[in-house]
């Protein structure tokens, strides 16, 4: 069994489907991926007895599932993107002008495909994982900052998602694709699927 040894480029994209053709668009890195953890509930195993044993059994299925995933912080663009916050505006402050972007009445957070790379260790060897959750909403994040002291005080930001079933028919969650022996290889796999820039988002 491969050991987990690392976590990174978390990308979003907007997910969208024609009937049961799914499809992404606009991908961008989320930012500097520092951690995840996946949450899943699932149903029960049905199960029905004959002659004083279990005979038959459904396997429960998932029915729901969440995703904290951490990240050193998102770009204002990055965030108006997984929020669905309306178009910067431009305003003069001073004799300045600056864009802002608000968050209002008007944000329609958008369903999104995210996807990770997880770092494994096989008999000594190294690979990465690239593995995709087909169809995610991000919940508003929390916010907050801390005032340095003596030392700086590493500052992340915690994303909360509902990971959904999606559109096709066999209403997948989570795709993991093979392991690849080479970082670039694996980051390649996520970028194509979600139709990602790699110059849109990344530090």
């Known amino acids: 069994m491969a050991v987990t040894t690392g976590f990174s480029e978390p990308y979003i994209a907007k997910y969208s489907n024609t009937g049961t053709t799914v499809s992404y668009s606009g991908g961008m890195k989320l930012g500097r991926g520092v951690s995840m953890s996946i949450e899943v509930e699932s149903a029960d195993d049905n199960s ?3 002659d004083d044993i279990v005979a038959e059994t459904e396997t ?5 599932a969440s995703a904290t995933v951490t990240v050193d912080g998102m770009e204002p663009e990055v965030a108006a993107f997984a929020l669905g916050l309306p178009a910067a505006t431009q305003e003069t402050i001073g004799e300045s002008p600056v864009e802002v972007y ?3 009445d008007r944000m329609s957070p958008p369903f999104l495909g995210l996807g990770v790379l997880r770092r494994v260790m096989l008999n000594g060897v190294q690979y990465w994982v690239p ?3 087909t ?3 991000m919940n508003i994040p929390s916010d907050g900052a801390n005032t340095q ?3 700086i005080d590493w500052q992340t930001q915690e ?3 509902t990971i959904l079933r999606d559109d096709s028919a066999n209403r997948r969650w989570k795709r993991v694709f ?3 022996t080479t970082k670039a290889a694996a980051l390649n796999i996520i970028t194509t699927y979600l139709k990602a820039n790699m110059t849109k988002g990344e530090r």
Do not use: C, H, N, P
């Open 48 to 50: 029905f007895y004959a």
């Open 60 to 64: 429960g299925t998932m029915t729901s």
């Open 102 to 104: 608000d968050y209002d």
């Open 131 to 133: 593995i995709v959750f």
């Open 135 to 137: 169809k995610v909403k």
């Open 149 to 151: 002291e003596d030392q």
């Open 159 to 161: 994303l909360e998602m």
């Open 178 to 180: 093979k392991r690849q």
